[in-house]
């Protein structure tokens, strides 16, 4: 398959992952609307040339030159992405609000999806967070939520926490309550 075709079918793949995870937890207008700025040339030319078919060509271009212009773009314009709301200014860093936050969560279930097929199972997400994610720019409210999230997929699978009560809950307890939640878990 040739590069070009090869990146549309993965962001669309991808896209189609995340429109039905959103959707089961009550979001159905951010899985619609999710990464479409990867279709601006900025993002999907550097994609077709980095395709490689087994990790973001993103990844990719940043091994090859040391930072991706795209992954620039795309994080300054996409609030799903930690970095998006990361400010070195503040030293506290602000919440991600609630829709963005569950928005992640599927986004990082369905880019594991997409890109290991058939060896996908609900236990991947959760290493996936723990071993190869960068989290210096969240908050510690942001952490436990994830954390949570993440272990509780692992544990008990992908419908347990595929839904809009889970994911009120979780993040009504952890982010905004997130003394009491700590009290509580101590
Ligand atoms: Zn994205």
Redesign the pocket.
Known sequence: MNKFFGHLWTVTKHRHHVFVLCTRCGLFWRGLV??LSKFLPTEFFEGVKYFNGHYSPIIECRKQNGYSLAWLH?KGR?K??FEYWYDDQNPEQVDIPYKYAVESVC?RIAASMTYQGKNFDHTKPYYYWKDKTTKDVLNKHMMAFYDKVFADLKDNGLKYILNKKYMKATYTAIVENYESYTQATQ
Request: charged content about 30%.
């Open positions: 999710h990464d795309h996409n799903h992405h986004d």
